[in-house]
Each structure stands twice: as structure tokens, then as C-alpha cells.
């Protein structure tokens, strides 16, 4: 099976049409449009089980037999290279390496769901992503791999890039959605299913831009050889995006099911030699682990969720012992904060007091019961707002609190860190 890393080492090259077609590229979509029909695609990706990359780990063929072929309405696909969430930057390593393997992925999926027009929203900060998108865009268009009669075949298809505007909610399908039709980004109620009414109201694939880069491996290779790596529930390869206090961070891709010792090792073991105090395993909207807690894990789904966390979006930050974790939830707050929408109550409000509360406690004006305060504002949001944002951010609250209580404590009763003299994580309130 293809490693997307191994396959495409960095080169001054490596992101060109050439490059890609050295490396057989663009074979299996020229295989896909003249062997095969679109039902054996999405049979294909079904059978691989491969999960969404983009934080819920929903099954991407699950997803993608929702879409009803010959129902007469146009069907849409959106590559989500929004990557928001702090701590995550591994799409943006395909896009910036391999951005052929994305959009020949593309264009096989648009196959099996019948698109003309697709879509990657990404987030607006890139900037050499999005150049070398745009330039694959150009090479794949002059070479008739996109467009009309892609390879001279029936089917057309283009790949048009949305640039957002720096919104974290803009990442969520659904304000992805109605961020592309021009409108404010609000997330939208479900049901309906976006795979039922999505954008303009039509049928819509939304899929993480490394869920959609294992496509061509999958159709090219088959399900099995996608299978026989990782674990029997967590099939396939991941990035893992590695910051925060290791000596090497950076993109990693793992087999699902290597251990986290191992990958801690692979970059290099914790900075300066210092102990390691916790680990966010998969962007801060994924619970807080201790050290000892995540040392014997094997990084998959079910490991991940047996210790009451998640692979999430990918993105792994490192804490090494002294850190302040007061510190740590109040630089995680101000974000969520300034990125909570507005459009539910409980997210628009509850965000602003979690933030302020936090502020105070840093300040030296908490009070002993700010610590409740934090978990009940965090609860209330619970499964009480359209999109995940305000329940991410109460998790990673509680989760924080649960494990690091005392600090919380000492910071109120002391009216400073405990760890002062070694800002580690400095944050300005
Ligand atoms: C507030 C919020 C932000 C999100 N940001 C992203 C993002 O930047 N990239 C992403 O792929 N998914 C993001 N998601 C998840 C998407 O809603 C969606 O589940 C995902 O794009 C589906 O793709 P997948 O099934 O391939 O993972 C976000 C979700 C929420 C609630």
C-alpha cells in the first residue's frame, strides 16, 4: 500500500505534474474513467473502510453511498483544506508536496459521485498551499486531465479552489457549504444531511483533504492492501503533525496502531530531555492525556477512545513537564472565543465566560469557585449548539480540569502559577 510520505519525498519538485506522473500518476484515474463504473469506485472505498481524517473519523464510503446516482440533480464535492484547528498542519503538507494526489483523488471521487464541479475550500492564511494547488490546477487542466472529456473519456470535471477568510467555524462542513455560496459562514441544523441538501441545496460530498488523498492508493491498490495496514477498526495509514515541545517536530505518517513511544522516539523524545507532562493527541478539540496515560497507547481509534480522547484532526501537541496548564486553557479559550460564531446561545455566551473567568483566574482575582463555574458553562453547551465548536471547547476544559486540578487551585489561592520562572507557555490575557 502507498505511504503518501514515502511516495513523495520532498523534493524542489515533487509538487509538479511530471514529478506526479513519474511516479505513475494519474494511471488510476485514467483507469477509472475507461474500466470502471462509479458504483465500483464508492464499492471500493466502502470495502477499505477508510475514516475521515478530518476529526470524526466517520467512514468515507458510508458517506459517499448516501449520494443517489441518475437522481437528476447535480451532486457536489468539497475537499475540506480548511485545517483550523490549533495544533493540525499535515493538510497543508499535501497540498504544499503532493497537491496531484489530491486532485487526481478528487477527480476519481467526483467519478464515483458524479460531479462537474468540485471544490476545495481552504483555509486563508495559505498561501504557497494554495500556489501550488493552483498551479497543479493549470498543469492537470493542460493536460486534459481536468475539464472537459477528461483523457478523452465522457466525463467532465473541474476543481475550482474557495479561499475562506481566516474563520476556524468555516472548517465545519456545513458553514464550509454556506461559506462557498458567498453567504456568512454559520454551520447549518441537521438533518438534512449535506449528502442530502448541501450546497446549493444538492446533493454534497464534504471530505478532509488527506481522506480524499488516499483514494487514488485505494481504487489503485484495492481494499485489501489498504486493509493490511494498521488495525482490523482503523485501517490504512495517518499524518500526524507533531508540535509543541519534542526536539523534531513535524509530519509524520504512521501506520494506525504504532505506538506512541515509537512516535515520540521518531521525533526525537521530548525537548531538552524533560519528562513528558501530556499529550493533546489530536488538536485541542481532542481531550487531554497524561503522560503516563498515552505512553503505553498504540495511536488508533479505539486505543484513543478507550482513554477517553481521540486521533481527532491529527494534530499532536507535546507538553513537556513544567508547562502551566492554566496558561495552557487560557491561550485555548481566548481562541475559542474569538472564533465562536455567535449563531447559539449557549457557544456565544458561554464561550465569552469561560474566556473571562479564565482571565480572571490569571489575573489573581479568581475566586474558589470559578473552578465549578468553568465545568458547568462547560456542560451546558453539551450537544446544545449546531456545530461541535462550544462542546470541543467545554471538553477540553473539563478534560483539563479533571487531570490538572490543583494547579487551578494553587493559581487561586497563590494568585500565580505555580511553575513562575519558567513561562514555558507564555499567554497575555
Ligand atoms: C468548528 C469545527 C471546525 C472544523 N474544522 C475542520 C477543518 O479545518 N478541516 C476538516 O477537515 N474538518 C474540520 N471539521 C470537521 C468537518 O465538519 C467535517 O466533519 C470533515 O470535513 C469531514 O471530512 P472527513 O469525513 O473526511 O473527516 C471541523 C468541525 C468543526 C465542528
Not at 515533487?14 to 500518476?25: D, E, I, K, P, V
Not at 490549533?86 to 489530491?102: Q, S, Y
Not at 493552483?134 to 467532465?156: K, N, P, Y
Not at 481566548?334 to 465566560?353: A, D, L, N, V
Request: charged share 25%; proline share 4%.
Amino acid at each position: 500500500m502507498t505511504k503518501l510520505i514515502m511516495t513523495f519525498p520532498v523534493t524542489e519538485t515533487s509538487h509538479t505534474l511530471a514529478s506526479y506522473r513519474s511516479r505513475g500518476g494519474y494511471a488510476t484515474l485514467e483507469r477509472v474513467v475507461r474500466e470502471m463504473r462509479p458504483e465500483d469506485v464508492t464499492r471500493e472505498v466502502t470495502a477499505a473502510g477508510v475514516q475521515g481524517r478530518g476529526g470524526a473519523a466517520f467512514p468515507a464510503g458510508r458517506k459517499w453511498s448516501v449520494i443517489k446516482l441518475n437522481d437528476g440533480q447535480p451532486h457536489y464535492l468539497c475537499a475540506n483544506a480548511d485545517e483550523g484547528e490549533p495544533g493540525t498542519f499535515k493538510d497543508r503538507w499535501i497540498l504544499e508536496n503532493a497537491p496531484h494526489l489530491l486532485l487526481e483523488s478528487m477527480l476519481i471521487a467526483a467519478y464515483a459521485l458524479q460531479v462537474r464541479h468540485a471544490f476545495v475550500y481552504m483555509r486563508g492564511e495559505f498561501d504557497l498551499p494554495y500556489r501550488r494547488l493552483a498551479s497543479a490546477i493549470d498543469e492537470a487542466t493542460a493536460a486534459g486531465l481536468m475539464g472537459e472529456r477528461i483523457l478523452g473519456s465522457a466525463f467532465d470535471c473541474d476543481v475550482l479552489i474557495y479561499r475562506g477568510a481566516g474563520s476556524y467555524v468555516c472548517g465545519e462542513a456545513s458553514a464550509l457549504l454556506t461559506s462557498i455560496e458567498g453567504k456568512r459562514g454559520y454551520p447549518r441544523n441537521r438533518p438534512p444531511r449535506l449528502t442530502v441538501r448541501g450546497l446549493y441545496q444538492r446533493p454534497t460530498v464534504v471530505n478532509n483533504v488527506e481522506t480524499l488523498s488516499n483514494i487514488t492508493g485505494i481504487v489503485r491498490d484495492g481494499a485489501a492492501a489498504f486493509r493490511a495496514v494498521g488495525t482490523a477498526d482503523s485501517p490504512g495509514t495517518r499524518l500526524v503533525s507533531v508540535s509543541g515541545h519534542v526536539n523534531r517536530p513535524g509530519v509524520h505518517e504512521i501506520d494506525l496502531g504504532y505506538a506512541f513511544e515509537r512516535l515520540l522516539d521518531d521525533c526525537g523524545g521530548v525537548l531538552d530531555g524533560r519528562a513528558l507532562k501530556a499529550v493533546i493527541p489530536g488538536g485541542i478539540s481532542s481531550k487531554v492525556l497524561t503522560g503516563d496515560e498515552i505512553m503505553p497507547l498504540a495511536l488508533d481509534h479505539e486505543s484513543l477512545a478507550a482513554a477517553g480522547s481521540s486521533l481527532g484532526s491529527g494534530g499532536m501537541i507535546v507538553i513537556a513537564e513544567g508547562t502551566c496548564m492554566v496558561r495552557l486553557l487560557q491561550v485555548m479559550l481566548r481562541f475559542y472565543h474569538h472564533e465562536s460564531c455567535g449563531q447559539c446561545t449557549p457557544c456565544r455566551e458561554g464561550m465569552g465566560w469561560l474566556h473571562r473567568i479564565i482571565d480572571r483566574i490569571v489575573a489573581g482575582e479568581g475566586r474558589p469557585e470559578d473552578i465549578d463555574r468553568l465545568y458547568r458553562i462547560s456542560a451546558a453547551n453539551d450537544g446544545t449548539t449546531i456545530c461541535g465548536l462550544g462542546d470541543a471547547a467545554g471538553y477540553a476544559t473539563s478534560g483539563i480540569l479533571n487531570k490538572f486540578r490543583p494547579e487551578f487551585e494553587y493559581w487561586i489561592e497563590h494568585k500565580r502559577s505555580r511553575f513562575d520562572g519558567n513561562l514555558v507557555c507564555r499567554a497575555s490575557s
